[in-house]
């Protein structure tokens, strides 16, 4: 697949994280989607559920990993990308890790919790047995609008809910 190619097809698949990030907010969740890809097709797709099963790691990468691991019924994932708007944290990088994907392609930089290249690098670390390729900024403009219009909802709840309780 030449370079252009490749560059068409991250921006389809990330395309369908964005979709499965919507849904994360649609239950109240931070919009973050993920989808795990191989030769073109889906293994496992994932999107923000912690609020929902009251679960700090149902995070949409881990839920992509668990799902696509049932769906090849082994923990490897050789040769499989994972699509994420956002860049995982450290907890998600290390599921990268651990599950051997060859790629990571994300949308966002997350400067305050990123561990693939923000405040840490995980899957790039030589200390680490296995490496994973990083490309980022894909469709980053999509992913940072959908979470600053989650936040800002966010923020204007809290704020009429505060005007409500002084009055």
């Not at 560059?7 to 649609?26: C, G, V």
């Not at 881990?62 to 019924?73: D, F, G, H, M, N």
């Not at 699509?83 to 944290?89: A, D, R, S």
């Not at 980053?140 to 219009?149: A, C, F, G, P, V």
Request: hydrophobic share 40%.
């Amino acid at each position: 697949m030449s370079s252009s190619e490749a560059m068409i097809s991250d921006i389809i698949w990330m395309r369908r994280a964005l979709e499965l990030a919507k849904l994360a907010h649609y239950v109240g969740d931070v919009p973050v989607g993920s989808i795990v890809v191989k030769n073109g097709e889906v293994l496992g797709t994932g999107y923000n559920q912690r609020e929902v099963l009251s679960d700090p790691t149902a995070h949409a990468e881990v839920i992509a990993v668990r799902q696509a691991s049932k769906t090849l019924k082994q923990w490897r994932l050789d040769g499989a990308t994972l699509y994420v708007t956002l860049e995982p944290c450290a907890m998600c990088a290390g599921a990268i890790v651990n599950s051997r994907l060859e790629r990571l392609v994300f949308g966002a930089k997350d400067p305050k919790g990123g561990a693939c290249g923000s405040l840490f690098n995980v899957p790039v670390d030589p200390r680490i047995n296995h490496r994973v390729s990083v490309t980022s900024g894909i469709l980053e403009n999509e992913s940072i609008e959908l979470l600053q219009n989650f936040f800002g909802e966010k923020r204007k709840v809290a704020k009429e809910t505060k005007t409500a309780k002084e009055k």
